[in-house]
């Protein structure tokens, strides 16, 4: 196969402007005011024959075209004139028989007044209409037409006048294409025009069905060909050398003037001119007089029998055979069909199959670029337009281009759009967003949608990051209408209210039948899509502004890999059904109680998505999964809560436990790590594990019933693979050291080194830039969650997947939050030293150590009497608030309580107090820190002589619910209210104490 000079890649295509701001800005000018001039008899005809702005109205909702006209009527010339002085009007339509002026006087004197105003004379028969064949100075009428009661002439003459107005403009943006109709009778012309009309938009209308939605059609619908209409020779001529890179077509009539005079053979001189400056250019010659048929033989053009009782039928297939708008049809010589495609898909895949010669016939005659533009690709029609067939080597170089420049243009047509799922065209590696049913995405499918789109609309971050290949993974969407079938049609509504347990829930759910049409679709998805799937919720109220419900639902990761698709489509329907039976939790219901949403059940919509990794030996992982967030709630110096903060493992993100605890870092400040701030802070701090999904030997259950098919493994048992060896540095025991390398001895210790340290790929300013994205489409700071893939050629861009995109206002932990003086009145401590954000309502109890007992020397004891008094909380499962001096988690026991994360992991909010007996800073870099950051515990510090306070008489008071020697517990009678505004670093515990 010879290389192409003009083949491209798919960044020079992005150059073609395959994006959809340009139909925007297409028929920019409307008729939205018409004025019709016509005697009241003329009027009352018109209205016995239906009114002529219902017929209008009718047409334009009919073929689903954009706002229709207006229409204000005036009885007579001088009216009507008067009219035109005080508004302005897109389209003046005259009818004869006006008492005091006759049509060409008075487009005379609307010409005076308005030079540009399209004036057209309606009359009721062509005596009336005799055209004007006189072609020296100006017209008051531009075009005659016969009225007989057909609305479909209204609306193309609407259509026309916008094409006048709109052809210079349009062709220049975008390249639109021409097509001329060459017509001196009034009455063939008012024949052919409504007949043109009609093919154009019925056959556009037809060929955008390919992979776009509602939206995009009707975009696309505006670059649809301009009809322009000539009836002399001279006027054609002039329309044809002004327009010709973009005429697509001329159909000419036989007999018209020419210099003044009706000439027998106009037709045939003029298609004769046009023959010989473009040979293979689509031209039809019509003609009353059947012995004209032998000059459109001679010159090898098509021929029309105006008296044809096949008439129509004959127009509309010179459109589908010669304008582009059928089939795609190559045949041998002698006229045999080779094969034949409707869709782009179709002639991507039959391209390969065609022999070289039908190809270069069909790219000399441009049928390529004609077909294209039929179905409105403008960019890359045009692109092929400007290229001769000459241009290529070979035919087969024309074969490469056509499928590769098919193939780039379908995958970014499919760019932030989301497209109905269509079970026998669905093509997993170009579609990347696709729903079932007719109902909501739910916030989660909602929020990604916004993002696929936001990369859609601005390329430039891509572009300004060529170390990345950014995208959205390839998504299905079950809508919220589909989960409300299988909920009434299972009677499923009542375990909201019951006294189910999850597992009871979840065993009905499994039990009942998914709507027959789902599965259907559900099996066409799996039989092409076989590649690890996340299923996920999106449920109407998640990720929400206000009383969000994220985090409240299940996720389930599959192999999807399975060689028999019925055991892979059992897999997910039961990962769907699970999904759907959380919705019926206690959680999500205890929640909605708690809000204002408690008077409606949340509806579930499902989100399907391509798991962005990649295999290695048995299992499936990424390199990085992270969330960033715009709004840094834990900032220390030199960081700025604005600057953001980045959480990040090795392998899948799954919700963070004693074994993975994720790398925090500012984009803004990458070089920051406060837990790797020294050697044995990265030994204790860093992963040293990661979970996988499990892609061979997996039971054909998999793992559902235990809440997870992910697995953890060691790194050290997976040392060998190349995500783990490109993430981590080298730990020498004998030498107590840490090398960046991938060789030698020692044992891996994952310090994302290569991202951080040496800027390959440079993830943090990319970061950056997301975020600033984000924020600036949602008008909020946002938090997203992505995944990483780094390639082993170094060449090669790395995959950035972005998995969800979301308020940070859509969690409890990131409502905005704000402290009055009436909280700081009734509050039993205040900080103005406060780390986190939220607020806090199910802590029940406060431990604290007492303060005139604490004795520094006494700081090891002290934190084995609050592990014991944390182990018996949580066997309670009652989460607490603890209150006690010095550093919370010190190694160093004289600067406070030496307590480990496993002596206070049921706390919910940490208050330090700081006095003249001890004023140690946080620790920020220890792993206790960072198990408070990554659970996002509230952390305050009470700073004594100052405003900060905690009431020490009001817990002296309250009565003992536990504690020890050092330690007391108390029980207040209603959960505490614990506030942070991580804004404003402010912090308040709150209680009605005004009766105490």
């Given at each position: 196969?010879?290389?192409?000079?003009?083949?491209?890649?798919?960044?020079?295509?992005?150059?073609?402007?395959?994006?959809?701001?340009?139909?925007?800005?297409?028929?920019?000018?409307?008729?939205?005011?018409?004025?019709?001039?016509?005697?009241?008899?003329?009027?009352?005809?018109?209205?016995?024959?239906?009114?002529?702005?219902?017929?209008?109205?009718?047409?334009?909702?009919?073929?689903?075209?954009?706002?229709?006209?207006?229409?204000?009527?005036?009885?007579?010339?001088?009216?009507?004139?008067?009219?035109?002085?005080?508004?302005?009007?897109?389209?003046?339509?005259?009818?004869?028989?006006?008492?005091?002026?006759?049509?060409?006087?008075?487009?005379?004197?609307?010409?005076?007044?308005?030079?540009?105003?399209?004036?057209?004379?309606?009359?009721?028969?062509?005596?009336?209409?005799?055209?004007?064949?006189?072609?020296?100075?100006?017209?008051?009428?531009?075009?005659?037409?016969?009225?007989?009661?057909?609305?479909?002439?209204?609306?193309?003459?609407?259509?026309?006048?916008?094409?006048?107005?709109?052809?210079?403009?349009?062709?220049?943006?975008?390249?639109?294409?021409?097509?001329?109709?060459?017509?001196?009778?009034?009455?063939?012309?008012?024949?052919?025009?409504?007949?043109?009309?009609?093919?154009?938009?019925?056959?556009?209308?037809?060929?955008?069905?390919?992979?776009?939605?509602?939206?995009?059609?009707?975009?696309?619908?505006?670059?649809?060909?301009?009809?322009?209409?000539?009836?002399?020779?001279?006027?054609?001529?002039?329309?044809?050398?002004?327009?010709?890179?973009?005429?697509?077509?001329?159909?000419?009539?036989?007999?018209?003037?020419?210099?003044?005079?009706?000439?027998?053979?106009?037709?045939?001189?003029?298609?004769?001119?046009?023959?010989?400056?473009?040979?293979?250019?689509?031209?039809l010659l019509m003609s009353s007089e059947t012995e004209n048929r032998r000059h459109a033989k001679r010159l090898q053009i098509r021929f029309t029998d105006k008296n044809s009782p096949r008439l129509a039928e004959e127009f509309r297939n010179f459109f589908l055979s010669s304008l582009g708008f059928g089939d795609f049809v190559f045949r041998t010589p002698d006229g045999a069909e080779l094969g034949r495609a409707?869709?782009?898909?179709?002639?991507?895949?039959?391209?390969?199959?065609?022999?070289?010669?039908?190809?270069?016939?069909?790219?000399?005659?441009?049928?390529?670029?004609?077909?294209?533009?039929?179905?409105?690709?403008?960019?890359?029609?045009?692109?092929?337009?400007?290229?001769?067939?000459?241009?290529?080597?070979?035919?087969?170089?024309?074969?490469?281009?056509?499928?590769?420049?098919?193939?780039?243009?379908?995958?970014?047509?499919?760019?932030?759009?989301?497209?109905?799922?269509?079970?026998?065209?669905?093509?997993?590696?170009?579609?990347?967003?696709?729903?079932?049913?007719?109902?909501?995405?739910?916030?989660?499918?909602?929020?990604?949608?916004?993002?696929?789109?936001?990369?859609?609309?601005?390329?430039?971050?891509?572009?300004?990051?060529?170390?990345?290949?950014?995208?959205?993974?390839?998504?299905?969407?079950?809508?919220?209408?589909?989960?409300?079938?299988?909920?009434?049609?299972?009677?499923?509504?009542?375990?909201?209210?019951?006294?189910?347990?999850?597992?009871?829930?979840?065993?009905?759910?499994?039990?009942?039948?998914?709507?027959?049409?789902?599965?259907?679709?559900?099996?066409?998805?799996?039989?092409?899509?076989?590649?690890?799937?996340?299923?996920?919720?999106?449920?109407?109220?998640?990720?929400?502004?206000?009383?969000?419900?994220?985090?409240?639902?299940?996720?389930?990761?599959?192999?999807?890999?399975?060689?028999?698709?019925?055991?892979?489509?059992?897999?997910?329907?039961?990962?769907?059904?699970?999904?759907?039976?959380?919705?019926?939790?206690?959680?999500?219901?205890?929640?909605?109680?708690?809000?204002?949403?408690?008077?409606?059940?949340?509806?579930?919509?499902?989100?399907?998505?391509?798991?962005?990794?990649?295999?290695?030996?048995?299992?499936?992982?990424?390199?990085?999964?992270?969330?960033?967030?715009?709004?840094?709630?834990?900032?220390?110096?030199?960081?700025?809560?604005?600057?953001?903060?980045?959480?990040?493992?090795?392998?899948?993100?799954?919700?963070?436990?004693?074994?993975?605890?994720?790398?925090?870092?500012?984009?803004?400040?990458?070089?920051?790590?406060?837990?790797?701030?020294?050697?044995?802070?990265?030994?204790?701090?860093?992963?040293?594990?990661?979970?996988?999904?499990?892609?061979?030997?997996?039971?054909?259950?998999?793992?559902?019933?235990?809440?997870?098919?992910?697995?953890?493994?060691?790194?050290?048992?997976?040392?060998?693979?190349?995500?783990?060896?490109?993430?981590?540095?080298?730990?020498?025991?004998?030498?107590?050291?840490?090398?960046?390398?991938?060789?030698?001895?020692?044992?891996?210790?994952?310090?994302?080194?290569?991202?951080?340290?040496?800027?390959?790929?440079?993830?943090?300013?990319?970061?950056?830039?997301?975020?600033?994205?984000?924020?600036?489409?949602?008008?909020?700071?946002?938090?997203?969650?992505?995944?990483?893939?780094?390639?082993?050629?170094?060449?090669?861009?790395?995959?950035?997947?972005?998995?969800?995109?979301?308020?940070?206002?859509?969690?409890?932990?990131?409502?905005?939050?704000?402290?009055?003086?009436?909280?700081?009145?009734?509050?039993?401590?205040?900080?103005?030293?406060?780390?986190?954000?939220?607020?806090?309502?199910?802590?029940?109890?406060?431990?604290y150590v007492l303060p005139e007992r604490f004795d520094v020397a006494k700081t090891v004891s002290i934190a084995e009497e609050i592990g014991r008094v944390n182990a018996q909380l949580k066997r309670q499962k009652r989460p607490y608030l603890l209150i006690g001096p010095g550093?919370?988690?010190?190694?160093?026991?004289?600067?406070?309580?030496?307590?480990?994360?496993?002596?206070?992991?049921?706390?919910?909010?940490?208050?330090?107090?700081?006095?003249?007996?001890?004023?140690?800073?946080?620790?920020?870099?220890?792993?206790?820190?960072?198990?408070?950051?990554?659970?996002?515990?509230?952390?305050?510090?009470?700073?004594?002589?100052?405003?900060?306070?905690?009431?020490?008489?009001?817990?002296?008071?309250?009565?003992?619910?536990?504690?020890?020697?050092?330690?007391?517990?108390?029980?207040?009678?209603?959960?505490?209210?614990?506030?942070?505004?991580?804004?404003?670093?402010?912090?308040?515990?709150?209680?009605?104490?005004?009766?105490?």
């Amino acid at each position: 196969m010879s290389a192409s000079p003009h083949l491209i890649d798919e960044n020079s295509f992005d150059r073609l402007d395959t994006r959809f701001s340009t139909y925007h800005e297409l028929m920019a000018v409307k008729v939205l005011e018409i004025l019709l001039v016509a005697n009241p008899y003329d009027a009352y005809i018109l209205e016995e024959d239906g009114s002529l702005a219902s017929k209008i109205i009718n047409e334009y909702r009919g073929l689903n075209l954009s706002r229709p006209p207006r229409l204000t009527q005036a009885a007579g010339g001088a009216a009507a004139l008067a009219l035109l002085k005080d508004k302005h009007f897109d389209l003046v339509m005259v009818m004869p028989n006006q008492k005091d002026m006759t049509p060409e006087t008075f487009g005379t004197a609307v010409k005076a007044i308005h030079p540009k105003t399209p004036v057209v004379k309606l009359s009721h028969g062509e005596h009336y209409a005799a055209p004007a064949i006189d072609t020296a100075g100006p017209r008051g009428v531009d075009q005659n037409y016969i009225w007989s009661g057909d609305s479909d002439l209204l609306l193309a003459l609407v259509k026309n006048t916008e094409d006048r107005l709109n052809v210079e403009a349009d062709t220049r943006k975008a390249g639109v294409r021409v097509l001329i109709l060459v017509e001196d009778s009034p009455l063939y012309r008012s024949f052919f025009l409504p007949l043109i009309y009609k093919e154009v938009v019925r056959q556009t209308q037809s060929v955008l069905s390919d992979s776009l939605n509602e939206e995009h059609r009707l975009l696309k619908m505006r670059a649809r060909p301009k009809i322009l209409v000539a009836d002399s020779f001279e006027q054609a001529k002039a329309m044809y050398d002004k327009f010709k890179p973009y005429v697509f077509g001329v159909i000419s009539d036989t007999r018209f003037p020419k210099c003044g005079v009706v000439t027998a053979d106009a037709g045939i001189q003029l298609l004769q001119v046009i023959k010989e400056d473009i040979p293979h250019l689509p031209l039809l010659l019509m003609s009353s007089e059947t012995e004209n048929r032998r000059h459109a033989k001679r010159l090898q053009i098509r021929f029309t029998d105006k008296n044809s009782p096949r008439l129509a039928e004959e127009f509309r297939n010179f459109f589908l055979s010669s304008l582009g708008f059928g089939d795609f049809v190559f045949r041998t010589p002698d006229g045999a069909e080779l094969g034949r495609a409707a869709t782009f898909r179709e002639l991507e895949d039959l391209l390969p199959r065609i022999p070289e010669e039908p190809i270069y016939y069909e790219a000399c005659r441009n049928r390529f670029s004609n077909w294209f533009m039929a179905r409105s690709e403008i960019a890359l029609a045009s692109y092929m337009g400007r290229i001769p067939a000459s241009d290529f080597s070979d035919a087969a170089g024309i074969r490469e281009f056509l499928v590769k420049s098919i193939r780039i243009l379908r995958r970014n047509r499919q760019k932030g759009v989301v497209v109905q799922f269509n079970p026998q065209s669905y093509d997993p590696e170009i579609v990347e967003f696709v729903k079932i049913g007719n109902g909501s995405l739910g916030g989660k499918a909602r929020g990604l949608a916004f993002m696929a789109n936001m990369l859609y609309r601005d390329p430039s971050i891509e572009t300004s990051h060529p170390e990345f290949h950014i995208q959205v993974p390839h998504t299905l969407v079950i809508t919220t209408d589909v989960f409300d079938e299988f909920i009434e049609s299972n009677d499923l509504a009542a375990c909201a209210g019951s006294e189910l347990t999850d597992p009871e829930i979840t065993d009905r759910f499994l039990a009942a039948a998914l709507p027959v049409a789902l599965v259907a679709q559900l099996e066409a998805f799996v039989e092409r899509a076989v590649y690890p799937l996340s299923v996920r919720s999106s449920s109407l109220l998640e990720d929400a502004y206000s009383h969000p419900y994220s985090g409240l639902y299940k996720t389930f990761m599959i192999p999807n890999n399975h060689r028999l698709t019925s055991v892979r489509l059992a897999h997910l329907e039961s990962a769907v059904r699970r999904v759907y039976a959380s919705a019926f939790y206690r959680g999500p219901r205890t929640f909605t109680r708690s809000t204002a949403h408690q008077v409606r059940r949340d509806s579930m919509a499902v989100m399907i998505q391509a798991i962005a990794g990649q295999p290695h030996g048995d299992y499936f992982y990424p390199a990085i999964s992270g969330v960033a967030r715009s709004w840094n709630y834990y900032p220390i110096s030199p960081m700025r809560p604005e600057d953001g903060i980045n959480r990040m493992a090795l392998g899948f993100g799954k919700a963070m436990d004693d074994r993975q605890l994720p790398l925090r870092f500012s984009p803004r400040h990458p070089s920051v790590l406060p837990q790797f701030s020294k050697l044995e802070d990265i030994l204790t701090n860093a992963q040293n594990g990661f979970y996988a999904l499990r892609v061979k030997d997996y039971p054909e259950a998999l793992y559902f019933d235990r809440g997870t098919n992910l697995h953890w493994r060691d790194a050290d048992t997976a040392q060998t693979e190349f995500p783990v060896r490109a993430m981590s540095s080298r730990y020498f025991p004998e030498e107590h050291r840490l090398r960046d390398t991938t060789v030698g001895a020692g044992y891996p210790v994952v310090t994302f080194a290569p991202l951080l340290k040496y800027n390959r790929p440079p993830l943090a300013s990319l970061l950056c830039d997301l975020l600033a994205m984000g924020r600036q489409g949602m008008g909020c700071d946002v938090e997203f969650e992505y995944s990483l893939n780094i390639p082993t050629d170094a060449d090669r861009p790395a995959d950035f997947s972005v998995l969800q995109m979301r308020p940070m206002a859509a969690g409890e932990e990131h409502a905005d939050v704000h402290i009055g003086d009436a909280d700081r009145a009734e509050a039993l401590c205040y900080s103005n030293q406060c780390l986190g954000n939220g607020v806090i309502r199910e802590a029940r109890d406060i431990v604290y150590v007492l303060p005139e007992r604490f004795d520094v020397a006494k700081t090891v004891s002290i934190a084995e009497e609050i592990g014991r008094v944390n182990a018996q909380l949580k066997r309670q499962k009652r989460p607490y608030l603890l209150i006690g001096p010095g550093r919370w988690g010190s190694a160093d026991r004289w600067l406070g309580i030496p307590v480990r994360w496993k002596d206070i992991d049921g706390v919910r909010a940490v208050i330090e107090v700081r006095n003249d007996q001890l004023k140690a800073d946080a620790s920020h870099g220890s792993h206790f820190f960072q198990h408070l950051t990554s659970r996002g515990i509230v952390y305050m510090t009470v700073t004594e002589n100052t405003d900060d306070f905690v009431r020490w008489p009001w817990l002296d008071n309250r009565p003992d619910a536990g504690g020890e020697h050092f330690v007391r517990c108390v029980r207040p009678p209603e959960p505490l209210l614990i506030k942070a505004d991580g804004h404003h670093g402010q912090g308040a515990v709150v209680l009605d104490i005004a009766g105490d």
